[in-house]
C-alpha cells in the first residue's frame, strides 16, 4: 500500500468508514430521481426538481474530478424525549462543519504527499448523489426507507465526500441488497406512510422534510419538532446501535428568538428559522 492510500486507509483517515470509487456518470441514479420527481414526491423541495440534471455528472460540483473519496461517520441514537427531534441534532455541533472540517483535514494530509492534488470537500450541500456514490463504493445498500445502510454501522450515518483531480480509486465490490425479504419494519413504523414500494420516500408526507425543509404541515408530525427517526429505530442493522440520552432539554415553549439563535446558530438546529421550530411545536400540539 502506498502512502497515499494509508493515508485514505479507515485506520488512519478519523472516519468510522471510507472507500474511494473512480468518476463516471451517475446516469442511473438519475433516472430514478426522474422517474420520482414525475410522481411529485418531492412536494415544496423544488430544489430537487432545479438540481435533478445536474446530480447525474460529478463535474457539475467539482470540473477536474477523477475520484471520489466517499467517508462514512456514525452517530448514534436517542433515547425517547418529548418534544422529539432528529438523533443528528443530539450528537453533535453540526455535523456538516464537524465532516466538511476533517474532509479538509485528509485533503491537506494527501497533499503532504502530492502537492498536486486538489479536491472538494461536499457535506449534503451540494447537487450529487451521496447515496449512490457510497452504494458504488462498496459501503452499503439502498434500504426500503431509502437511506443508506452499512452492514455494521447500520444507517445512522452521516455521509461525506471528497473530490479530488486525480484518480486513486481501484475495483470496488458493491454490497448486494441485505434487508430481510418482506421485512417492512421501516415502512410499519412511519405514522404517515411516507415510505413507498420502491426504496423511496414521498416527501410530501415524510416528517423530516416536513420539520426540517420548506415543507407544508398537511400531515401529522406525531410530536416531532425537527427530523424524524422512526423509520430507523427498529431497523435491525441498527439494533446494536449506541443509545444516548437527549443533550438538547430545551423548554420549547418559553425560549426566545434571541436565545434560540444564540443557543443553537452553530448547531444542526441552526438549518431551520426560530419561527418553524415554534410552528412544529404548534402544530404537534394541535395534532
Request: with cysteine; glycine share 6%; net charge neutral.
Given at each position: ?16 468508514d471510507i472507500a474511494v470509487v473512480r468518476y463516471e456518470m ?100 451540494a447537487p450529487i448523489f451521496e447515496k449512490g456514490l457510497a ?151 394541535n395534532q
Amino acid at each position: 500500500m502506498t502512502n497515499l492510500m494509508k493515508i485514505i486507509d479507515i485506520s488512519n483517515s478519523n472516519f468510522d468508514d471510507i472507500a474511494v470509487v473512480r468518476y463516471e456518470m451517475l446516469d442511473l441514479e438519475g433516472e430514478r430521481l426522474k422517474c420520482w420527481l414525475s410522481r411529485g414526491m418531492e412536494g415544496e423541495l423544488e430544489y430537487m426538481r432545479r438540481s435533478a440534471d445536474l446530480r447525474r455528472d460529478p463535474r457539475a460540483v467539482f470540473a477536474d474530478v477523477k475520484s471520489i473519496i466517499v467517508t462514512l461517520t456514525a452517530i448514534k441514537k436517542v433515547k425517547p424525549h418529548s418534544p422529539t427531534l432528529a438523533a443528528f441534532a443530539h450528537n453533535n455541533p453540526d455535523y456538516h462543519i464537524l465532516i466538511k472540517n476533517k474532509l479538509n483535514l485528509l485533503l491537506s494530509n494527501i497533499r503532504e504527499i502530492e502537492p498536486q492534488i486538489e479536491g472538494r470537500a461536499v457535506v449534503d450541500s451540494a447537487p450529487i448523489f451521496e447515496k449512490g456514490l457510497a452504494v458504488r463504493a462498496g459501503l452499503g445498500w439502498i434500504g426500503r426507507n431509502s437511506l443508506l445502510i452499512h452492514p455494521r454501522l447500520g444507517s445512522y450515518t452521516h455521509i461525506g465526500l471528497l473530490l479530488l483531480n486525480k484518480d486513486l480509486s481501484s475495483e470496488c465490490q458493491v454490497i448486494e441488497d441485505q434487508c430481510p425479504k418482506g421485512c417492512s419494519i421501516c415502512k410499519d413504523n412511519c405514522p404517515n406512510g411516507a415510505i413507498n414500494g420502491d426504496r423511496t420516500v414521498d416527501c410530501r408526507k415524510c416528517i423530516a422534510a416536513m420539520t426540517i425543509e420548506n415543507c407544508s404541515d398537511a400531515y401529522a408530525l406525531h410530536n416531532h419538532i425537527f427530523g424524524c427517526d422512526l423509520c430507523q429505530q427498529y431497523c435491525p442493522y441498527n439494533s446494536d446501535i449506541e443509545e444516548i440520552e437527549p443533550t438538547i432539554k430545551e423548554d420549547w415553549s418559553t425560549i426566545t428568538k434571541d436565545s434560540f439563535r444564540a443557543k443553537y446558530r452553530k448547531t444542526s438546529l441552526g438549518r431551520v428559522s426560530f419561527e418553524k421550530i415554534k410552528n412544529s411545536l404548534q402544530c404537534a400540539k394541535n395534532q
